[in-house]
């Protein structure tokens, strides 16, 4: 933050800010923060992890959220969505999938960390803010009730929550389930990736007449090859979803769902 700018532009900065970070560290446990004092809690991360973040801004492709190198005019698709559209309308990603916000993903994930999750939320919300007003309810990639009950929560439910309370949008988190538990698809090629997805997801009988028609915000964390999130807009699609767009708080550069 340049402090010489006037004090309106500060405040007008500070704003913009506050609305991506909350008010204390959240990339150090709790106790450690509190520690630290004031000097450090101004904008949620501590700088330095603040200034790791590869936030995502235009120009990207319309479709699955790539970045691009320069602006290529509005609506534009990367060469791998000009070939074969995907199954979702359109993705958008907070930032880049890279080590810094990987760190900061898997406390969520796998350290209870779920007050990290209002943080994640209000990013997507900016990511996703050209699609948020076109959209009925938000639905997160549901987990197998397996893993639910080893790992207590549902990471994207953590996110998808607080982001429609945000965007005062309907939260439809019974509407996807997965009944077939897809192995981890961590090391996995994009090929192999899909195919473990394929009838991994499907919406409830009871969700089918709530769904059709519907305008669809899937909710994850992050999106690598993009297999889990065309699973779960297939089987929308199939319960006559009229779109599907798909929200996460960071994907990889390039999706591989498509050899290149
Ligand atoms: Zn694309």
Redesign the pocket.
Same mark, same amino acid.
């Given at each position: 933050m340049d402090l010489r700018l006037p004090a309106s532009m500060r405040r007008a900065a500070h704003g913009a800010l506050d609305l991506l970070l909350p008010p204390q560290p959240l990339d150090q446990p709790p106790d450690a923060a509190a520690s630290r004092g004031a000097g450090v809690q101004w904008r949620g991360l501590t700088p330095p992890a603040w200034s790791r973040i590869a936030f995502i801004e235009a120009p990207f #492709?319309? /479709? @699955?959220? /790539?970045p691009f190198d320069y602006d290529q005019g509005p609506g534009s698709? @990367? +060469? +791998? #969505? #000009?070939r074969e559209a995907?199954a979702f309308d359109h /993705?958008r990603a907070a930032c880049v999938y890279d080590e810094p916000v990987s760190d900061l993903i898997l406390k969520l994930k796998h350290a209870d960390r779920t007050d990290l999750s209002g943080l994640f939320a209000r990013w997507i919300a900016r990511a996703a803010a050209d699609l948020l007003p076109r959209i009925d309810g938000v639905v997160p990639v549901p987990l197998h009730r397996w893993r639910l009950l080893r790992r207590r929560y549902n990471q994207a439910a953590e996110i998808a929550r607080p982001l429609a309370r945000q965007a005062r949008l309907a939260y439809w988190p019974e509407a996807l389930v997965r009944h077939r538990a897809t192995r981890t698809q961590g090391g996995k090629s994009g090929d192999a990736r899909r195919t473990n997805v394929v009838g991994a997801f499907a919406v409830p009988l009871a969700w089918r007449g709530r769904v059709d028609g519907r305008r669809i915000l899937l909710v994850d964390d992050v999106l690598t090859t993009g297999a889990t999130a065309e699973g779960c807009a297939v089987a929308l699609k199939a319960a006559g979803a009229a779109c599907v767009d798909v929200a996460v708080i960071a994907r990889v550069g390039q999706?591989t769902r498509r050899p290149e």
């Open positions: #492709c319309d /479709a @699955c959220g /790539a698709r @990367c +060469a +791998a #969505c #000009c995907p /993705a999706l």
